[in-house]
């Protein structure tokens, strides 16, 4: 079946750690997304890819880091510097149509 | 500023209740609009809206795009407790490929 994977579900993490979360999508879309969720504040765009080897800025990309390698795939790095890192992380695709397809999450718990 | 807007925040309702959900935005370049449910991960999606006045219907469920008033409603009947969730009001816009998403509305449906 085609859809979005994201791993791990749930990662702990020690305060000055970097940590990496995976998106894997089979849907053959062009454009992924890397949303961070937090509670009352809805989702928040942190990077965007619209093409292998290309991504953008979001409104909040300070402390994170992204590859575009292969169309399928499309890694979050969570670095030390991101301030406030505890939170729910959803990939999401898109084949220009306006849906967005989305990952079932990775809630990420910095110890 | 690009923004999108709903109300309420949350919501607890009896079941067999109708309820509506608000959405307004100001997006600069509106291509669609759309509503997302999100249970416990995953939003799925709901609907797409991109013209004015015509009413998409699922089930109980039903929505309408006011493009001259820049809202969108989402109407739900005869409530089940299977409808407790938060569902996302999300707009497209043709610049950088954006979607901008609302707090949420949080939905609870008690027997």
């Known amino acids: 079946d085609g859809g979005i994977t994201q791993s791990p579900k749930y990662l702990f993490r020690k305060e000055g750690q970097n940590v990496t979360l995976s998106c894997e999508q089979n849907?053959?879309?062009?454009?992924m997304y890397w949303y961070r969720q937090d509670p009352g504040q809805g989702l928040r765009l942190i990077y965007y890819?619209?093409?292998?080897?290309?991504?953008q800025k979001g409104d909040i990309a300070e402390g994170y880091s992204v590859s575009r390698e292969k169309k399928e795939s499309f890694p979050l790095t969570v670095t030390s510097a991101q301030k406030n890192p505890t939170a729910f992380y959803l990939c999401?695709?898109?084949?220009?149509?306006?849906?967005?397809?989305f990952g079932e999450g990775s809630r990420l718990t910095v110890l | 500023e690009d923004k999108v807007v709903q109300s309420p925040l949350s919501l607890v309702v009896h079941e067999g209740d109708t309820v509506t959900l608000n959405c307004s935005y100001e997006?600069?370049?509106?291509?669609?609009l759309l509503w997302y449910k999100q249970e416990k991960k995953a939003p799925t999606f709901l609907f797409m809206l991109?013209?004015?006045?015509i009413e998409k219907k699922s089930g109980r469920l039903s929505s309408i795009l006011d493009k001259k008033e820049l809202f969108s409603i989402l109407n739900i009947t005869a409530t089940q407790t299977g409808d407790s969730a938060v569902y996302l009001c999300?707009?497209?816009?043709?610049?950088?490929?954006?979607?901008?998403f609302g707090t949420g509305t949080s939905l609870t449906v008690i027997p």
């Open positions: 999300a707009v497209d816009s043709n610049t950088g490929n954006q979607f901008y």
């Open positions: 997006v600069t370049n509106f291509r669609s």
């Open positions: 999401a695709s898109d084949y220009n149509t306006g849906e967005l397809f």
């Open positions: 991109t013209s004015s006045g």
């Open positions: 849907l053959n879309h062009d454009a």
């Open positions: 890819s619209q093409i292998v080897n290309d991504f």
